[in-house]
C-alpha cells in the first residue's frame, strides 16, 4: 500500500529509538518518505510525531512547539546520562530533604532559564554529536542555552531507601532537556538527580489521547490528512480562490489584518505570530505562510 500524505501521532514504547519507529512507519506506509518532530530518548514513552510523504515538509516548523512530558526523578543518585540508562557516578542520601525544599528548586528552575544539555544528547560540537563524543571518551564541555520552562510541578516524593523518587509535570518550549531538569533539580538540593521515567503527553497541538501504538497502526494503518494535521497545529487563514491561485505557484499575499478576539484567523484576520495555515475555499491546505515586510510569504506549499 501507498498511504496519503498526512501526519501519524504516534505513542512510543520504551525500549525503540526514535528512528525504529520511523523505519517501523515506512514499512507500514509503504514509503520512504517519513521523518519524525523530535527525538525521544529510547527510555522515553509517549507523543512522536511523524510525517508521512508531504506532511515531512511540516515537520521542522512542528519541533518548535512546546511540549509537555511527566516523569518521575530519583533524587540521591547520578547518572552519566542523567536518566536511569547511565551509569552511577554518585550518590548521596536524599532522606532528609523535604518536600517544601523540592518544590522550591522546582520552582527555581521554572521560566526564562539558561541549561547546559546533557553530555550524552545529539547537540552538536564542532560538528560532532556530543553522545558520540562522550561514548569516545572526550567529555564535551557544552554551552548552556536559553530555554522556557513553563510549568515544574513536583508532587507524591517517596523514599526508596536513601534516594527519594519524585512525580513531575513538565510543560517546556522545544529544546529543554527534562533529563537536564532532572540533574539541576539534584544539584540544587545537594544530592544528585536523574530521570527512572520519562512520558511525552504532548506536542504543539497533538496530545497523548489521540496517540496510537505501533500494534494499533498494524491493525489498521491510516494517516491525519494534511488539512486536518495543520488546523491541530497553526492559526488559519482562508484564502479566496484568487489568493489560493497566488499561493499555490509561489506568490505572495498582502498581510491579513489582525484580530485581538481571536486566536484563529478566518477571512481577513490572521495572527501574527508563527507559521499560518492557508486554506482554499475547498478546503485544501495550500501553505503554510510567515509575515515578512507587510507580505504573507510561503514557507511551504502543498497544493
Not at 540521591?76 to 536518566?83: A, C, E, F, R
Not at 544530592?191 to 512520558?199: A, F, N
Not at 491493525?219 to 495543520?230: I, R, T
Amino acid at each position: 500500500m501507498n498511504a496519503p500524505d498526512g501526519l501519524v501521532v504516534v505513542d512510543k514504547p520504551g525500549g525503540m529509538t526514535s528512528h525504529d519507529v520511523v523505519a517501523r512507519i515506512r514499512r507500514l506506509a509503504g514509503t520512504r518518505r517519513v521523518g519524525h518532530a523530535g527525538t525521544l530518548d529510547p527510555m522515553a514513552t509517549g507523543v512522536l510525531v511523524i510525517g508521512v510523504g508531504k506532511a515531512t515538509r511540516m515537520l521542522g516548523y512542528l519541533t518548535l512547539a512546546d511540549k509537555e512530558y511527566t516523569a518521575t526523578i530519583r533524587l540521591g543518585q547520578s547518572t552519566s546520562t542523567d536518566d536511569a540508562e547511565g551509569e552511577v557516578i554518585s550518590a548521596v542520601a536524599a532522606g532528609e530533604v523535604c518536600e517544601a525544599d523540592i518544590a522550591a528548586a522546582a520552582a527555581a528552575l521554572t521560566g526564562d532559564i539558561l541549561q547546559v544539555p546533557p553530555a550524552v544528547s545529539a547537540v552538536k560540537v564542532g560538528g560532532r554529536r556530543a553522545y558520540r563524543l562522550a561514548r569516545s571518551g572526550t567529555a564535551p564541555r557544552l554551552a548552556p542555552r536559553p530555554v522556557t520552562v513553563r510549568e515544574f510541578v513536583t508532587s507524591a516524593p517517596r523514599r526508596a531507601g536513601d534516594m527519594l523518587d519524585v512525580d513531575v509535570t513538565v510543560r517546556c518550549s522545544s529544546g529543554t532537556y527534562v533529563r537536564a531538569l532532572a540533574r539541576d533539580l539534584g544539584a540544587a538540593l545537594g544530592t544528585g538527580g536523574h530521570l527512572t521515567r520519562l512520558r511525552r503527553t504532548r506536542v504543539g497541538g497533538y496530545r497523548i489521547s489521540s496517540a496510537r501504538t505501533l500494534e494499533q497502526l498494524a491493525g489498521e494503518f491510516d494517516v491525519l490528512p494534511l488539512a486536518q494535521a495543520a488546523a491541530a497545529a497553526f492559526p488559519r487563514r482562508d484564502l479566496t480562490p484568487d489568493e489560493a491561485r497566488r499561493l499555490a505557484n509561489g506568490g505572495r499575499l498582502a498581510t491579513a489584518r489582525t484580530s485581538p478576539h481571536d486566536d484563529q484567523c478566518h477571512g481577513s484576520q490572521l495572527t501574527a505570530a508563527g507559521p499560518v495555515a492557508a486554506y482554499a475555499p475547498d478546503g485544501t491546505l495550500v501553505a503554510l505562510v510567515a509575515e515578512e515586510s507587510g507580505q504573507a510569504r510561503p514557507l511551504v506549499v502543498f497544493a
